[in-house]
Nanobody
Framework: VQLQASGGGLVQAGGSLRLSCAAS????????MGWYRQALGKQRELVAA???????NYADSVKGRFTISRDNENLTVYLQMNSLKPEDTAVYYC?????????WGRGTQVTVSS
């Protein structure tokens, strides 16, 4: 398994979750890691990602609530999600971009109850 996401679950609105994604050394890239999500019946969308140059990019809907971080030594990327809303309910996917290729993890379900 090249990307293994974990940390999803059921949480009440206003609560927090922390997602983790462990990557293999072959595909981990400091500036190529990101999180996407796909809600039922909707297209997959960017949540947060590192970009080349060392900056981060967030979807407008999560700015100020979600934080992406990484542990380069342990080849892991995290997504801290605070002040969760029911509209954050989705399957969250970890993505790596390296060598011109995209790699996707299996996804972890996040459900936010109102």
């Amino acid at each position: 398994v090249q990307l293994q996401a974990s940390g999803g679950g059921l949480v009440q609105a206003g609560g927090s979750l922390r997602l983790s994604c462990a990557a293999s050394r072959r595909i981990f890239s400091e500036n190529g890691m990101g999180w996407y999500r796909q809600a039922l019946g909707k297209q997959r969308e960017l949540v947060a990602a590192f970009t080349y140059g060392g900056s981060t990019n967030y979807a407008d809907s999560v700015k100020g609530r979600f934080t992406i971080s990484r542990d380069n030594e342990n080849l892991t990327v995290y997504l801290q999600m605070n002040s969760l809303k029911p509209e954050d309910t989705a399957v969250y996917y970890c993505r790596a971009f390296r060598g011109g290729n995209y790699y996707w993890g299996r996804g972890t379900q996040v459900t936010v109850s109102s």
